[in-house]
Nanobody, 121 residues
Framework: QVQLVESGGGLVQAGGSLRLSCAAS????????MGWYRQAPGKQRELVAR???????NYADSVKGRFTISRDNAKNTVYLQMNSLKPEDTAVYYC???????????????WGQGTQVTVSS
């Protein structure tokens, strides 16, 4: 069983910064891609950023130049540094990873429980 524990969400004023963390634990054999999604009320859940096992990154156009995703493979942890936050960044942020569990032969997608990020104007 794989668990994802998120932290770092909160309330911040526009222009401020937050750093989200997500640590994976459990019976993990290997982790491929790690990423962050977000969902605001009335909107579809969208990809914010992702990072592959090789370190390649991708970002949504709306966050390019402001957010930075990184990972610590030794800790099975992914981070999202969010700078120059805007009110439209307000959403529940979900950690995601694609991993192969111990004893398994297929990759599976795992989700964190979400952490609220609220940006005030």
């Amino acid at each position: 069983q794989v668990q994802l524990v998120e932290s770092g969400g909160g309330l911040v004023q526009a222009g401020g910064s937050l750093r989200l963390s997500c640590a994976a634990s459990g019976s993990i054999f290997s982790i491929n891609t790690m990423g962050w999604y977000r969902q605001a009320p009335g909107k579809q859940r969208e990809l914010v950023a992702r990072i592959t096992s090789g370190g390649s990154t991708n970002y949504a156009d709306s966050v390019k130049g402001r957010f930075t995703i990184s990972r610590d493979n030794a800790k099975n942890t992914v981070y999202l540094q969010m700078n120059s936050l805007k009110p439209e960044d307000t959403a529940v942020y979900y950690c995601n990873l694609i991993a192969t569990p111990v004893g398994g032969v297929y990759e599976a997608r795992y989700w964190g429980q979400g952490t609220q990020v609220t940006v005030s104007s």
